[in-house]
């Protein structure tokens, strides 16, 4: 088993070299000017921790090979058409008489075009006087900021048309970007493996084989060990189907995101947001009269009372606040450090030449492997933490007074 773990680990990093290195390695008869620019590995790091409106598998911008995704937009009616029409950021979209524009993975509407002079000035309205009064864009993709202007203008200079554009504020976003189908792909592979648990057990008389024999174990440590021992004997097993849900959804999502695909949901601190919102409603929900009492009038003296009630109020969102923030940042950084390793390699080759990249390389891949390993233990450990903690606070809001 050790020996399969180890191979499919090895095949994922390799997977990650291939699918997630955007830069390419340059050849030797490149110049020393080339070979001296240096490789900043942010944008490939960040773009790939992001979330996006295409599933990419490898290259860059006309080499590249990716899914598209369908782009739901409300602005002034439903706007619907496929992200490959952006052909990654190069052309405008017109839909219903509007036009859109793809930048860092948002879409913004755009205005007319409007001239930008050989100084980088263009005009815009001043929120104060209503004037038109001159701009700098200092780069030539640039946010002008809000508060001195009527609208919110991205102001971009593509090479689509000559001249640029004027982007106002965001229309309203619902398309089905990759993160929603790792979450698609999640609650199929979670139907997938619980109906073919449950065909099984009745097919072999209760009796754990093969996939069932694996999801067993797990299936009575979360209902054992985290929710009778956290909620107690009384009423726990009404929250069973609700923990177990949690846990599986979580790790499913974690794994998700260590694969080449990069589906990583629960990098993305909406969703954690939504799993601490709904950890939060189920808590509040259960809560009986000594979980209010214990908040509104706790068993401090008289005195401190007037202290006490405030940090117990507090401490209601603190406690999914806190969960939210630990599960997108012990996710986000173990993607960070995979992702920098890997760098490592193009920072060596875009700096002393195709040499010294072949010499970090082994390095490199050594601690991707240690760091990949970790994840996976991460994956497993952060879907539980989260677990036992929603098991923890769900079992003090249904506690009875003693």
């Given at each position: 088993?050790?020996?399969?773990?180890?191979?499919?680990?090895?095949?994922?990093?390799?997977?990650?070299?291939?699918?997630?290195?955007?830069?390419?390695?340059?050849?030797?008869?490149?110049?020393?000017?080339?070979?001296?620019?240096?490789?900043?590995?942010?944008?490939?790091?960040?773009?790939?921790?992001?979330?996006?409106?295409?599933?990419?598998?490898?290259?860059?911008?006309?080499?590249?090979?990716?899914?598209?995704?369908?782009?739901?937009?409300?602005?002034?009616?439903?706007?619907?058409?496929?992200?490959?029409?952006?052909?990654?950021?190069?052309?405008?979209?017109?839909?219903?008489?509007?036009?859109?524009?793809?930048?860092?993975?948002?879409?913004?509407?755009?205005?007319?075009?409007?001239?930008?002079?050989?100084?980088?000035?263009?005009?815009?309205?001043?929120?104060?006087?209503?004037?038109?009064?001159?701009?700098?864009?200092?780069?030539?993709?640039?946010?002008?900021?809000?508060?001195?202007?009527?609208?919110?203008?991205?102001?971009?200079?593509?090479?689509?048309?000559?001249?640029?554009?004027?982007?106002?504020?965001?229309?309203?976003?619902?398309?089905?970007?990759?993160?929603?189908?790792?979450?698609?792909?999640?609650?199929?592979?979670?139907?997938?493996?619980?109906?073919?648990?449950?065909?099984?057990?009745?097919?072999?008389?209760?009796?754990?084989?093969?996939?069932?024999?694996?999801?067993?174990?797990?299936?009575?440590?979360?209902?054992?060990?985290?929710?009778?021992?956290?909620?107690?004997?009384?009423?726990?097993?009404?929250?069973?189907?609700?923990?177990?849900?949690?846990?599986?959804?979580?790790?499913?999502?974690?794994?998700?995101?260590?694969?080449?695909?990069?589906?990583?949901?629960?990098?993305?601190?909406?969703?954690?947001?939504?799993?601490?919102?709904?950890?939060?409603?189920?808590?509040?929900?259960?809560?009986?009269?000594?979980?209010?009492?214990?908040?509104?009038?706790?068993?401090?003296?008289?005195?401190?009372?007037?202290l006490m009630i405030p940090i117990e109020i507090v401490g209601i969102f603190t406690k999914p606040f806190a969960l939210m923030?630990?599960?997108?940042?012990?996710?986000?950084?173990?993607?960070?450090?995979?992702?920098?390793?890997?760098?490592?390699?193009?920072?060596?080759?875009?700096?002393?030449?195709?040499?010294?990249?072949?010499?970090v390389s082994p390095a490199a891949f050594a601690l991707t492997l240690f760091i990949f390993v970790l994840e996976v233990l991460?994956?497993?450990?952060?879907?539980?933490?989260?677990?036992?903690?929603?098991?923890?606070?769900?079992?003090?809001?249904?506690?009875?007074?003693?």
């Amino acid at each position: 088993m050790l020996r399969k773990t180890t191979l499919l680990s090895v095949l994922f990093i390799c997977s990650l070299f291939f699918a997630n290195a955007s830069a390419p390695v340059n050849s030797e008869s490149h110049s020393e000017t080339e070979k001296s620019k240096s490789y900043d590995p942010v944008p490939m790091i960040m773009h790939h921790i992001a979330d996006a409106h295409e599933i990419h598998f490898w290259g860059e911008g006309e080499n590249s090979f990716s899914i598209p995704l369908t782009v739901i937009l409300f602005d002034n009616g439903l706007h619907f058409f496929s992200s490959s029409k952006f052909h990654h950021g190069h052309d405008l979209v017109e839909s219903n008489e509007n036009k859109y524009m793809y930048f860092h993975g948002k879409i913004y509407s755009v205005g007319d075009s409007i001239p930008i002079d050989k100084q980088n000035k263009t005009k815009v309205i001043d929120r104060k006087t209503g004037k038109e009064k001159d701009t700098t864009i200092v780069e030539r993709v640039a946010t002008i900021p809000t508060k001195d202007f009527i609208h919110d203008y991205i102001v971009g200079h593509k090479h689509l048309e000559d001249g640029a554009y004027v982007a106002s504020a965001k229309p309203m976003d619902f398309s089905i970007t990759k993160s929603v189908v790792g979450i698609f792909v999640t609650f199929l592979i979670l139907f997938l493996v619980f109906t073919s648990v449950a065909k099984s057990y009745r097919s072999n008389g209760g009796i754990p084989k093969k996939l069932t024999g694996w999801m067993e174990p797990l299936v009575i440590f979360i209902r054992d060990d985290v929710a009778k021992a956290n909620i107690g004997e009384a009423k726990y097993k009404k929250f069973v189907p609700f923990l177990l849900s949690i846990f599986f959804f979580i790790l499913v999502l974690n794994i998700l995101g260590l694969t080449p695909l990069g589906f990583n949901v629960t990098g993305n601190i909406a969703v954690t947001l939504v799993l601490a919102l709904i950890s939060l409603f189920v808590t509040l929900k259960s809560a009986n009269k000594n979980y209010w009492m214990h908040i509104f009038w706790p068993p401090v003296p008289l005195a401190l009372k007037p202290l006490m009630i405030p940090i117990e109020i507090v401490g209601i969102f603190t406690k999914p606040f806190a969960l939210m923030i630990r599960l997108f940042a012990n996710i986000t950084a173990g993607h960070i450090v995979i992702l920098s390793l890997i760098s490592l390699i193009f920072v060596a080759q875009a700096g002393s030449g195709t040499g010294m990249a072949w010499g970090v390389s082994p390095a490199a891949f050594a601690l991707t492997l240690f760091i990949f390993v970790l994840e996976v233990l991460v994956a497993f450990l952060q879907a539980y933490i989260f677990t036992l903690l929603t098991a923890l606070f769900v079992g003090m809001s249904v506690e009875e007074h003693h």
